[in-house]
């Protein structure tokens, strides 16, 4: 069965260390997401890429970073530059172009103490 | 940046009442989508609207596009404990080429048996 999958599950990290969240899709998508959700604040979008080796900057880009090497993975990087990481961290794709809906993973929650 | 604003945050119902949530956008959408998340989940697509006025059902869940495609609504007839769950709205601006979806924070519904 195609789907989107976001490993691991649970990660817990000390402060001041980069950790990397992994986003794998079979889907066959064109297009990829990264979404952060705190409670009460719905989904805040991170970083967008529409293809391969090209994405841009959402709303709260600042402290992360993230790849597009593959048209099946895109793996985002919580640096220790981002100010408050705990969070749960969604990954989503779907067809490029306008009104296609997106497939979301199971999410990553992210703790760092 | 385009906002999607989205009430009431929270609303508890007794099974059998009916439930809305309402989503405006400060600009004018191309589409909205409306997804739902169960407690612990992710977010799952449920419908898209994309014309002016656009009225669709799905079984006991109606979904409206406002004539200016600027706002949207969610009315589920008659709840259901298996209704529980957050709903989010996400608008799709109309015009450029960045095809990226803005959720509001979504609606939290709580169904009593």
């Known amino acids: 069965d195609g789907g989107i999958t976001q490993s691991p599950k649970y990660l817990f990290r000390k402060e001041g260390q980069n950790v990397t969240l992994s986003c794998e899709q079979n889907l066959n998508h064109d297009a990829m997401y990264w979404y952060r959700q705190d409670p009460g604040q719905g989904l805040r979008l991170i970083y967008y890429?529409?293809?391969?080796?090209?994405?841009q900057k959402g709303d709260i880009a600042e402290g992360y970073s993230v790849s597009r090497e593959k048209k099946e993975s895109f793996p985002l990087t919580v640096t220790s530059a981002q100010k408050n990481p705990t969070a749960f961290y969604l990954c989503?794709?779907?067809?490029?172009?306008?009104?296609?809906?997106?497939?979301f993973g199971s999410g990553t929650r992210l703790t760092v103490v | 940046g385009q906002q999607v604003m989205q009430i009431p945050q929270y609303q508890h119902v007794q099974e059998g009442e009916d439930f809305t949530t309402y989503c405006n956008s400060s600009t004018t959408l191309s589409n909205i989508q409306w997804y739902k998340q169960r407690p612990g989940g992710h977010p799952v697509f449920l419908i898209q609207l994309v014309k002016s006025g656009e009225v669709k059902k799905q079984k006991r869940l109606t979904f409206q596009f406002g004539e200016a495609k600027k706002n949207s609504s969610l009315h589920i007839t008659a709840t259901q404990t298996t209704d529980v769950g957050t709903y989010f709205c996400?608008?799709?601006?109309?015009?450029?080429?960045?095809?990226?979806?803005?959720f509001g924070k979504g609606t939290l519904l709580t169904v009593n048996p």
């Open positions: 890429s529409q293809i391969v080796n090209d994405f």
């Open positions: 989503a794709s779907s067809m490029a172009g306008s009104g296609y809906g997106y497939t």
């Open positions: 996400a608008g799709e601006n109309s015009g450029g080429s960045n095809y990226k979806l803005t």
